[in-house]
């Protein structure tokens, strides 16, 4: 069993359009994050929940939104697409709040043409 | 402010050479946790060690070995008698318990890492 999973792998869509990244993990962690990798390889946390409650809103346009309908899902939707929103999306999970069992999901590589 | 640096940005190695990956890292907090992930080409992020910050051992895992140093902010990664398979990007990040950075990794750069056969 795959203990964080997102789908869909790969996603290739137009600018304007809206799409979703979903995540689920099985560890029974508290915590949920989305991660963004770009072009450069660099990572940089975007979201953060625990227990279904936002902990960490990083400075990302208004257009992306969490949602965590229980403490085991995480989706990520996008509104309007945009070229720049072109990178490879990781949701992860922990334990608690002392960063134990980090795990990452095997990532969403999103192409905007 | 927590910040990660990986001041080398590629290193290439002929097989079974020993390689050290450096990492520098700063914060201001007592408590914190650092990791290494390797990140092959296939794309998925692979754990390989936590380590919490009252920990000072060296740890060794394998080829694998870590040099936790405190007094310099370093927690380095050596890989002995490297192999192909050991080429991919590695990572090192920062977490701390402190309220408005809970959890959250800061990753360095990354170093990217070829191993010729």
């Known amino acids: ?87 490879v999306y990781f949701c992860a999970s922990s334990q608690t709040r002392d960063s134990y069992g980090y795990t990452f999901g095997s990532g969403t590589r999103l192409t905007v043409v | 402010a927590q910040k990660v640096t990986q001041a080398q940005t590629e290193i290439s190695v002929v097989e079974k050479e020993d390689v050290t990956l450096d990492c520098v890292y700063e914060t201001r907090d007592t408590t914190y946790y650092l990791f290494w992930y390797k990140q092959p080409p296939s794309g998925e992020l692979v754990f390989l060690i936590r380590r919490n910050s009252f920990d000072e051992q060296n740890e060794i895992s394998g080829r694998y070995s870590w040099n936790f140093q405190k007094s310099t902010s370093s ?43």
């Open chain 2, 75 to 117: 927690f380095n990664f050596t890989i002995t008698a490297s192999q192909v398979v050991d080429s991919a990007v590695y990572f090192c990040a920062l977490s701390s318990d402190r309220g408005s950075t809970l959890g959250r990794l800061y990753f360095g750069r990354g170093t990217q890492l070829t191993v010729w056969p």
């Open chain 1, 1 to 87: 069993d795959t203990a964080v999973s997102q789908t869909p792998k790969y996603l290739v869509t137009q600018m304007g359009n809206d799409k979703s990244i979903k995540c689920e993990q099985n560890l029974g962690h508290d915590t949920m994050y989305w991660y963004k990798q770009d072009s450069k390889k660099f990572l940089k946390i975007m979201f953060s929940y625990n227990n279904k409650e936002l902990i960490i809103n990083e400075t990302v346009p208004n257009r992306f939104s969490p949602k965590s309908p229980d403490k085991a899902h995480l989706n990520l939707h996008i509104n309007s697409l945009e070229l720049g929103d072109s990178a």
